[in-house]
């Protein structure tokens, strides 16, 4: 078997556009939370979230292959109280999109506090 190890480093919105289609076996990434770390990020309110991620989450279809995975690491806002949807809008239009949704995953961190 002969395999090949490629990474990238860079902001995804300049680098995806140099990758060909369907070239990409594995995609894994952690985009900014809505409203968090705005000063690493410069935060992406929750009401924009969807419309700022499809333009992406396009060119990443269009890099994976069809027997490729993507891993989506997205954590959802509290806004007033409630859970604010964006995290189920961005799923319900990446699936128009031509993704599909087949798993959820929960990631339980022992070692964190507690929070609200």
Known sequence: MNSRLKLYLGDCQQELKNLEDNSVDLI??????????KNSYGGIHPDRYVEWFLPISAQLLRVLKSTGTFILNIKEKVVDGERHPYVIELILQMRKQGWLWTEEFIWHKKNSHPRK
């Open 28 to 37: 894994i990434t952690s985009p900014p939370y809505a409203d968090s770390r």
